[in-house]
């Protein structure tokens, strides 16, 4: 019952994660149901975002221009280098303005059971900004996941090789959480990077 090219729209809008068939088919006909310009719209910024972002060929940050500003930028210290799983983690630690390192987008976790290993990152890219010599710490700000934590420890393994000092993120109970509602890894995290007041 559904024409040809909504079939096609629900399918495509399925493979966004989070986004299951019944949005999926809500959100179609949204977009087919607008005549204001909208689904024109839409489709002139996909083309665009298609065209025109491209990975920086130095850390990997999604950018228009390569290499990309967080690269150029001279007021940032080239000694400290974040790594991070993609984009929007750059940019949520970017936002907060309390990192002024560079950074170095690993695209993606560590993850065995869904076929990504050490040669589906961009490892080597990193192994290579490190043996240049400039970079004395590399932060690892990947997520207080299974995933995340597995690729802690492989990028901490593969650095301290190479005489980088190599941090995490600290993680534990966020700001307005109750303990008493926190689960056990939570808490056994905030108790690890406990510190001085």
């Known amino acids: ?90 940019m949520a630690i970017d936002r907060t303005g309390a990192f002024r390192g560079r950074y170095h987008v690993l695209g993606g976790l560590l993850s065995p059971l869904e076929g990504v290993g050490p040669d589906q990152l961009r490892l080597g890219e990193l192994i290579r900004r490190v043996d240049d010599g ?16 597995a690729t802690a420890h492989y990028l901490a393994k593969m650095l301290h090789a190479r005489g980088v000092q190599v941090t995490r993120i600290a993680s534990g109970i966020p700001m307005g959480a109750s303990i008493e509602h926190s689960d056990q890894i939570t808490l056994a995290k905030a108790l690890e990077g406990r510190r001085e007041i």
């Open 1 to 90: 019952m559904i024409p040809g090219p909504i079939e096609r729209l629900i399918e495509q809008l399925t493979r966004l994660p989070g986004v299951g068939r019944k949005t999926a088919t809500r959100l179609a006909f949204f977009i087919v149901g607008t005549d204001d310009g909208y689904p024109t719209g839409l489709a002139r910024s996909l083309e665009e975002v298609v065209d025109t972002i491209r990975a920086c060929s130095n850390c990997g940050f999604l950018t228009e221009v390569d290499p990309c500003r967080l690269c150029t930028d001279p007021k940032r210290d080239d000694a400290i280098l974040c790594a991070v799983e993609g984009t929007p983690e750059a």
């Open 134 to 149: 400039l970079i004395r710490e590399v932060v690892v700000a990947t997520a207080p996941s299974v995933e995340g934590e």
